[in-house]
C-alpha cells in the first residue's frame, strides 16, 4: 500500500549546520509531497510543498525537490537555528485518495 | 485568527465515558479531515467530509466513534464508551478541494485526550 518512509531521530545538531530529513515515498501515479513542522503541544504548520516532478518546495530556509525518479523528497536546510528544534513529518497525499499519508516524523534539537 | 481552531485543546476523563470534540475549519474550506496522532507517530486518516457529507472512514474508526459535519461547517467527533487506548491527540484539518487532488490541508492545534 501507499506509505512515507522517514529517516529516524533524533536528529541532533549544532546552530549553524547542515541539516537533511530523508523521506521516501511509495504510491502509484503522481502524489503531491508535504513537509510539515510540529511544534511541542501544538498541531502541525505546513512548512513546504510540491506537486509534480522535479518542483522544489521552499520556506523559511528549508528546500525540498520532488523526484520522481527516487521517490524522495529529503529535506534540507544549510544553517539551523534553536529555533528549528521541532519534529518534522513528510506527508504524501495520494491522486487517486483523499487523505494526507504521514511518516513517523523525525525529531530534530538543534543545540546553541 | 482564521485558522483551524479546535475545542477542547486538553481533555481528561476516565474510562467509560464520552467525550465530544469540536473542529472548526477555515471558513471557505468545504473539506474537513479528523486524524489521531499517537505519541512518536505521525498522524493516522480517521475520516473526512466534503461540506455535510461523510465520504470515507478508516478501519481505524470504531463504532464507538462517531463524526458529524451537519451544515457542512463546524464538524464534532465522539467518541462513546472510552477507552485507555483512545488516548491521543485528535487533529482536525481542513481544505479547500482541488482538480486532481492537488490540496493543501491547513491543520488545527488539536485536542488532546487522556483516558484514565
Known amino acids: 500500500g501507499d506509505s512515507v518512509t522517514q529517516m529516524e531521530g533524533p536528529v541532533t545538531l549544532s546552530e549553524e549546520a547542515f541539516l537533511t530529513i530523508n523521506c521516501t515515498y511509495t504510491?502509484?501515479?503522481?502524489?503531491?509531497l508535504f513537509w510539515y513542522v510540529q511544534y511541542p503541544g501544538e498541531g502541525l504548520q505546513l512548512l513546504l510543498k510540491a506537486t509534480k516532478a522535479d518542483d522544489k518546495g521552499s520556506n523559511k530556509g528549508f528546500e525540498a525537490t520532488y523526484r520522481k525518479e527516487t521517490t524522495s523528497f529529503h529535506l534540507e536546510k544549510g544553517s539551523v537555528q534553536v529555533s528549528d528544534s521541532a519534529v518534522y513529518f513528510c506527508a504524501c497525499y495520494m491522486e487517486y485518495g483523499n487523505k494526507l499519508v504521514f511518516g513517523a516524523g523525525t525529531i530534530l534539537r538543534v543545540k546553541s | 485568527d482564521t485558522g483551524v481552531s479546535q475545542n477542547p485543546r486538553h481533555k481528561i476523563t476516565k474510562r467509560g465515558q464520552n467525550v465530544t470534540f469540536r473542529c472548526d475549519p477555515i471558513s471557505e474550506h468545504n473539506r474537513l479531515y479528523w486524524y489521531r496522532q499517537t505519541l512518536g507517530q505521525g498522524p493516522e486518516f480517521l475520516t473526512y467530509?466534503?461540506?455535510?457529507?461523510?465520504?470515507?472512514k478508516s478501519r481505524l474508526l470504531s463504532d464507538r466513534f462517531s463524526a458529524e459535519r451537519p451544515k457542512g461547517s463546524f464538524s464534532t467527533l465522539e467518541i462513546q464508551r472510552t477507552e485507555q487506548g483512545d488516548s491521543a491527540m485528535y487533529l482536525c484539518?481542513?481544505?479547500?478541494?482541488?482538480?486532481?487532488?492537488?490540496?493543501?490541508?491547513?491543520f488545527g492545534p488539536g485536542t488532546r485526550l487522556l483516558v484514565l
Open positions: 467530509f466534503q461540506n455535510e457529507a461523510q465520504l470515507e
Open positions: 504510491a502509484t501515479g503522481y502524489p503531491s
Open positions: 484539518a481542513s481544505s479547500l478541494a482541488a482538480p486532481t487532488g492537488r490540496e493543501t490541508q491547513y
